[in-house]
């Protein structure tokens, strides 16, 4: 075998990376055990705060090394293989910037009735339609000012030189226009920088372009309210003086011989020094355990080297400056209060926003902010500014240019003057963006700030510093908080699903195709440990719906070997000795792998571009899934088969038991005769199901129709009916009630003040559940599931999905589905060069979508309801990728008859080609439904109905690639087929 070699060093280099980057995960679960270990006391209690401070005490301390060298306990979880939402718990929340206030706040909040009915009236409308709020403005505008121009409200003294009388209406729109999009650009930079210092491990923030809208995923988190506060508070822009180091260091140096006494005389004595307490407010995720650095130190050194001098002076006349791993004891030591008291207490210390890197080290600036008597009131608010934008200084060099209004350039010229030589620092959130020194006094508004910036750095700058010019606070339109207990849950479910999955595979493959089957279960476990260790190193976070992909990978990755094994057989049947029929197998069955595979990967990778939540973590997972599986299956297979037939013929390997090694061989039936009769029962089923459908409609989720869901563990079963029905007594009969992984956990949906986004009305619809609960059961409310005791229930998890969020998610599947049809019909085109063969292909994909679609009317009809959610759409593509891969094979034989077509009819050419792949078609299709129906059996109410249209698409998929697909291209091809017959008419007249 060529490339032998090749294919050896690959798959070392692979495996060695993958170990690699799967260890950071280990060290992670190790720090994570020690961190309970530690907050656990004699009875076996956790306390969770204690485990979160002894998390943050390591967070920039060395926990991991490598080949000398040293990873941050930060940097480790950065690396690992993160678990996404569903389970680890934790809160997913989208944003949307309040284009209301941007459009009130450039019209300088304007009296004018007409303006503000048109507002009201726009608000209102929003609710419930996609359009753009500008454009939905315009339009009740225009109906309640009739022919009035938009200039008359928006030409203020504010906009001089953007808006006047004489300005158009679509210019004004089109400047509105803007403003939102760049108000939308400032609160993510916002909330950017808010999440990263949040102190969550692998945040996950993006805009979503279609919509504007912002989304975040905090992982692990387990305060909503705080996060809520943090996420929708205003940004608060200020200009402060910045305290230089020689106006206070003797305080410093008073303050730095506290510590250093007080840690000789505790270590002189033996003692450990005492815990210092907690601090409230945001500062106590960023601050460790003090007590356990300081009595340890960072490397076992002398104590006082961890700590002395407190302040470590860098640069003599500029500032403080620390290595990045120190800022979390130096937050600890400004706390305390014997610190603060010899610390001026005009002066407070706000740390650079992000790190500077200076050989090898990531070195942040602590400033001294000047803040006289105390005030928070800073000299200069963010509220004057009219405009920033990047611009260039004299030298060519990025810079920021900045506008202030009239009060703003009064108070600037003021700080200015009494500042020159010194510097001033720009302010958000409380962590300083730049702090230039003055040159001189600015006696306008108009002001330039230079320093050593790269362009994208300027702009962000004059982002932040526009942040103060209009009122946009963000509101949540979505969120979802998922329970500790059920990421558990959902977490055993998806193991148990993937272990018994893959022990059936192993049974089944090893008792058909004997040793040939313990090598593709080798491939098997290779694909799976690549597909770990590849989200490893791309730093994606492992869901549910991906460990669905990972099992489903199990059933759709032997596919390759069923193909290869059977050629094999084929060929041996044929009278080919053992190393030519392995060199033909592998040979033969290389396109109709490449083709199968490459269709597949197009589905997910649409499905990864235009699919939002956990549909794009099915869809990463089922992308490296079909890239790894290739490589394993083709490759690795073929080195390990060549290894164990170097002895030829003598050789002991087989790829047949004595019950498998003439099964389905030798098939004659002739399928293409019955293809009226498969188009009339297909036709059938579909038209019932579509009819039963638009009768009783399909149950769509919460995240399709908008609405708010609560998952309750009770202590002990309940009856969903006596719930469902005392609640919609409450609730305006819009409650569903059902059973979720448990008979003693409901999950309870209800679309109850839909339309209302208020954190009012969040809490109204939640007391009234929560309130109904108790009325109806008589059992008593616990905030803690893991303290349930008898009679008693508790909420374990809440989401809540706006309107105009689902429209996104429907429109965003449709976009799915579409593109995924083009992508195939184009590739089938390509490679098989007949129009005939993509619009077949495309029929039976619709066929095969209609028919999982009809399945889910009429199983609902029948009592069996499953949801059309996300996942719903996830598994529908992966139905699509199934269909077109057992298509695909189908075709490709059919392609290689008509190659070596002779003397052969098109229809019998047809036929045979079904016959001659009935085999794999079969065996992967029962090997994939062994997967699906473990699934669908361990999978968890989560899963329920992915598994139930996986399971339909696999039997219909098999079914349209036999009846559907091949018989369409026979039908579409009767022209050729006719002159078939005049030929074989001809040559009998003549």
């Not at 184009?826 to 994909?845: D, G, M, N, P, V």
């Not at 361990?938 to 249209?949: P, Q, T």
Request: proline share 2%.
């Amino acid at each position: 075998m060529r490339n032998k070699g090749v294919i050896v060093f690959l798959t070392v280099i692979i495996t060695a990376l993958c170990l690699y980057y799967l260890s950071f995960t280990f060290i992670s679960n190790r720090v994570q055990r020690d961190a309970e270990a530690y907050a656990t006391d004699n009875v076996g209690n956790v306390d969770f705060s204690k485990k979160q401070s002894y998390l943050d005490s390591v967070w920039r301390l060395p926990v991991y090394r490598f080949l000398g060298a040293e990873f941050t306990y930060k940097e480790v979880k950065e690396t690992e293989l993160g678990l996404g939402l569903d389970l680890q718990g934790g809160m997913h929340v989208t944003l949307e910037v309040s284009p209301v206030e941007i459009v009130r706040g450039l019209s300088g909040n304007s009296k004018d009735a007409t303006f503000n009915q048109a507002v009201e009236t726009a608000q209102e409308r929003a609710k419930t339609s996609n359009e753009k709020f500008v454009d939905i403005f315009y339009d009740a505008w225009k109906e309640k000012a009739g022919d009035r121009k938009l200039n008359s409200v928006f030409a203020t003294a504010a906009n001089r030189g953007r808006i006047s009388l004489e300005t158009s209406d679509a210019e004004v729109l089109k400047l509105i226009d803007n403003e939102v999009e760049n108000a939308i650009e400032r609160s993510f930079n916002i909330l950017r920088t808010r999440v990263d210092r949040f102190g969550t491990a692998q945040p996950n923030i993006q805009r979503i372009q279609s919509s504007g809208r912002i989304q975040i995923e905090l992982p692990g988190v387990d305060n909503p309210e705080r996060v809520r506060n943090l996420l929708q508070g205003v940004a608060k822009l200020q200009f402060w003086e910045v305290a230089e180091i020689n106006e206070f260091g003797d305080a410093i140096e008073r303050a730095n011989a506290i510590l250093v006494a007080e840690a000789q005389a505790q270590r002189g004595a033996g003692q450990e020094p005492a815990e210092q307490p907690e601090q409230d407010g945001d500062e106590d995720d960023e601050e460790g355990d003090l007590a356990r650095q300081l009595a340890e130190g960072a490397d076992g050194d002398d104590f006082s080297s961890d700590v002395s001098p407190l302040l470590s002076l860098l640069q003599a006349n500029y500032g403080l400056v620390y290595d990045l791993k120190d800022t979390v004891t130096i937050n600890r030591i400004l706390a305390r209060e014997d610190v603060r008291s010899v610390l001026p207490r005009d002066v407070r210390f706000l740390w650079s926003v992000k790190p500077q890197k200076a050989d090898g080290q990531e070195l942040l600036e602590l400033h001294a902010i000047k803040t006289p008597r105390g005030t928070e009131q800073a000299p200069l608010e963010g509220d004057v500014i009219t405009d920033a934008r990047q611009s260039y200084d004299q030298s060519s060099r990025p810079a920021v240019s900045m506008q202030m209004n009239a009060d703003g350039a009064r108070k600037w010229r003021k700080l200015t003057s009494e500042s020159i030589g010194r510097r001033i620092a720009v302010v958000l959130d409380d962590y300083v963006y730049t702090a230039p020194t003055v040159q001189g006094e600015i006696p306008s508004g108009q002001s330039e700030i230079t320093g050593n910036f790269t362009i994208e750095e300027a702009k962000d700058l004059a982002n932040i510093l526009k942040s103060g010019t209009l009122p946009a606070p963000t509101r949540i339109v979505e969120e979802a908080m998922i329970g500790a207990t059920l990421g558990v849950e959902a977490q055993n479910q998806g193991i148990y699903s993937m272990v018994a999955g893959l022990v059936l595979v192993v049974l089944f493959m090893v008792a058909y195709f004997a040793k040939g089957g313990f090598i593709a279960i080798a491939a098997l476990v290779f694909n799976i440990f690549f597909i770990l260790g590849i989200l490893a190193q791309l730093g994606a976070a492992l869901t549910l719906p991906g460990i669905a992909g990972i099992v489903l990978t199990i059933g759709m990755s032997i596919d390759a070997n069923v193909l290869i094994f059977e050629r094999i057989k084929e060929e041996l049947r044929n009278g080919a000795g053992i190393l030519q029929a392995i060199s033909s197998g592998y040979n033969k069955a290389f396109s109709a792998i490449l083709d199968s595979n490459v269709t597949t990967f197009l589905t997910g990778a649409i499905l990864y571009a235009l699919g939002q939540g956990p549909v794009k973590g099915f869809a990463i997972v089922l992308m490296i899934g079909i890239a790894s599986s290739f490589f394993s299956a083709v490759f690795i297979t073929r080195v390990i088969v060549y290894w164990m037939s170097k002895k030829g013929d003598k050789s002991s390997i087989s790829f047949s038991t004595p019950y498998s090694r003439n099964a389905l061989s030798n098939l004659n039936i002739d399928f293409m005769s019955k293809r009226k009769v498969a188009y009339i029962i297909s036709t059938g089923i579909i038209v019932v199901g579509l009819a039963v459908a638009a009768v009783n409609g399909l149950k769509f989720g919460v995240d399709f129709t908008g609405g708010r869901t609560y998952t309750v563990e009770f202590s002990e079963p309940v009856t969903t009916t006596d719930i469902k029905t005392g609640l919609d007594a409450q609730m305006d009969g819009s409650v569903e009630a059902k059973t979720f992984g448990g008979n003693n956990i409901l999950k309870i949906t209800t679309s109850y003040l839909i339309n209302e986004d208020s954190d009012e009305a969040n809490r109204e619809v939640e007391e009234r559940v929560l309130a109904g609960i108790t009325e109806i059961t008589g059992f008593n409310r616990v905030n803690d599931a893991r303290r349930l005791e008898a009679n008693s229930f508790a909420l374990i998890g809440s989401s809540k999905v706006g309107a105009t969020v689902a429209d996104d998610i429907k429109n965003s599947s449709m976009e799915a589905m579409f593109f995924a049809l083009v992508a195939i019909f184009l590739y089938i085109l390509l490679r098989f060069r007949k129009w005939q063969f993509s619009l077949a292909s495309i029929i039976a994909l619709v066929h095969d979508t209609a028919f999982v679609i009809a399945a889910f009317a009429i199983a609902s009809a029948l009592g069996a309801t499953f949801e059309i959610d996300q996942v719903f759409i996830a598994a529908m593509l992966t139905v699509v990728g199934y269909s077109i891969n057992d298509t695909v094979i189908v075709f490709d034989r059919i392609r290689e008859n008509i190659s070596n077509r002779g003397t052969s009819k098109l229809v019998t050419m047809f036929n045979d080609a079904i016959n001659q792949t009935m085999s794999r078609t079969l065996i992967t299709s029962a090997t994939t439904l062994i997967v699906v129906l473990v699934l669908l059996v361990f999978g968890g109410e989560v899963l329920a109905g992915f598994s139930f249209a996986l399971l339909i698409g696999v039997l219909v998929g098999t079914y349209s690639s036999i009846y559907i697909a091949s018989p369409i291209v026979v039908d579409l091809m009767k022209r050729e087929i006719a002159q078939e017959k005049a030929a074989e008419e001809t040559k009998k007249v003549a």
